[in-house]
């Protein structure tokens, strides 16, 4: 499986709302081999933002609704705003024949976030949720990767229960070093 990485130094050359969303979500994330820095982060949310990018948008509205740490306070109100308001655009923008594979494939992925969350307007759907997921995998995104096996196979969530899928999914996060997985991988046990 090819796996999508981006080298974060040639993103901040070439700032526009996709890279900006890029860059954020690997701070936020630690994706993208660099360490979480909510603080960079968040700045680069904005910064899509002002690209009018809507990935940019869905993300801010995601820490919103989360928080991010001592960073940004929860704000439900303007999360649902944002989220609202960003839905229709991703799916302009997966539906542009000139949206590259890779901001197509990560409007995808948050299409599925929106459907497991219950995000917006959009309705709790897990069966949804994993097809998009499961989609977005298979093309080489690490976060639906780490997703298919720390949630939804493990627990059986928008599909039956696959501990051996999970274990498959999980150590293929894990080996990209995906820090988020090396953790689960070990809570879960499958390295003893």
Not at 58 to 82: H, M, P, R, T, V
Not at 90 to 115: C, H, Q, W
């Amino acid at each position: 499986m090819n796996l999508i990485k981006f080298n974060l130094e040639d993103l901040k050359k070439d700032l526009n709302g996709f890279s900006c969303y890029i860059l954020g979500r690997s701070y936020d994330l630690e994706e993208n081999d660099v360490t979480k820095d909510y603080k960079k982060a968040l700045s680069y949310y904005q910064k899509g933002i002002s690209y009018n990018h809507p990935l940019c948008e869905y993300s801010l509205g995601i820490s919103l609704l989360f928080g991010l740490e001592d960073i940004l306070e929860k704000d439900e109100y303007k999360a649902n705003k944002l989220l609202i308001n960003a839905y229709p655009r991703i799916l302009d923008l997966i539906n542009n024949p000139k949206t590259s594979f890779a901001e197509r494939l990560y409007a995808k992925f948050v299409t599925g976030a929106y459907y497991y969350f219950g995000l917006g307007n959009i309705k709790k759907d897990y069966n949804k949720a994993f097809k998009v997921i499961k989609e977005c995998a298979d093309n080489g995104h690490i976060a639906a990767i780490y997703d298919l096996g720390a949630n939804f196979y493990y627990n059986g969530i928008g599909t039956i229960k696959d501990l051996n899928k999970a274990n498959y999914y999980l150590n293929i996060a894990k080996e990209a070093n995906l820090p988020r997985a090396i953790k689960k991988y070990k809570e879960y046990k499958y390295d003893e």
